[in-house]
């Protein structure tokens, strides 16, 4: 089946430094990637689309300038956290859709951030 | 109104039990509903589509509404594995992105 592969699985940082999380589609062409953000016992919120090629659309009250989405390519969307803060401790998951518009959400494996 | 909603729970029931979640739909032009599960500190993952005429898979039976707007799970036989969260995805007509229902909680006990 279609595969997401996100990595880091976890990362720490220090407050103040930038990460990078990388989503890549294996099998198939990711022309969208949606980005979530889910904190403990909460659901998943929707962060941002993106679309290869195009600018992210972000969804209310996710700073557009803080979590930087690049699709630059069919295979690979980019979510960078600039400037975290222990707020921003969360876990960001991707997925895409492989087959189509009626077709499941395949997701990324999530990222575990912790900002200290 | 949310656009998918689902009861929280979490449902707490022994092994063996048969169990049922029901997540409603706003939107009458939605399409295509999902069924996942999530463990905790993990991704969800699909479990299983759910189609018009319902479908079953092993021990999980999900069904379709149209006419009331909503699907539903139901869980034969639970096992302890099967506690976990449980999500429904719509892909409501007209819009691209999947929406979720916040997940309803199931945990079995021996």
């Known amino acids: 089946g279609a595969v997401v592969s996100q990595h880091p699985s976890w990362v720490i940082c220090k407050s103040g430094t930038s990460v990078k999380i990388e989503c890549r589609s294996l099998?198939?062409?990711?022309?969208?990637m949606f980005w979530y953000r889910q904190f403990p016992k909460q659901s998943l919120m929707l962060m941002a689309t993106?679309?290869?090629?195009?600018?992210?659309?972000?969804e209310q009250g996710v700073e557009k300038d803080k979590f930087l989405i690049n699709h630059a390519s069919l295979t690979l969307s980019t979510l960078t956290v600039t400037s975290a803060h222990p707020e921003d401790s969360s876990f960001y998951i991707c997925?895409?859709?492989?087959?189509?518009?009626?077709?499941?959400?395949?997701f990324g494996n999530g990222t575990r951030l912790t900002v200290t | 109104r949310k656009e998918v909603e689902q009861d929280p729970g979490p449902f707490n029931v022994p092994e063996g039990a048969t169990v049922a979640f029901n997540c409603t739909y706003s939107?009458?032009?939605?399409?295509?509903f999902f069924w996942y599960r999530q463990d905790c500190r993990k991704e969800p993952k699909l479990l299983m589509s759910?189609?018009?005429s319902g479908n079953e898979d092993g021990r999980f039976t999900a069904q379709l509404n149209r006419a009331s707007q909503y699907i539903s799970l139901l869980i034969r036989d639970s096992k302890l594995s099967d506690s976990a969260t449980y999500l429904c995805?719509?892909?409501?007509?007209?819009?691209?992105?999947?929406?979720f229902g916040r997940g309803t909680s199931l945990i079995v006990h021996p």
């Open positions: 997925s895409s859709i492989p087959g189509g518009y009626n077709s499941p959400l395949h």
């Open positions: 099998d198939f062409q990711a022309t969208t």
């Open positions: 993106s679309n290869e090629g195009s600018k992210a659309t972000y």
């Open positions: 939107n009458s032009a939605s399409q295509s």
């Open positions: 759910v189609y018009s």
């Open positions: 995805v719509v892909n409501i007509g007209g819009s691209y992105i999947p929406t």
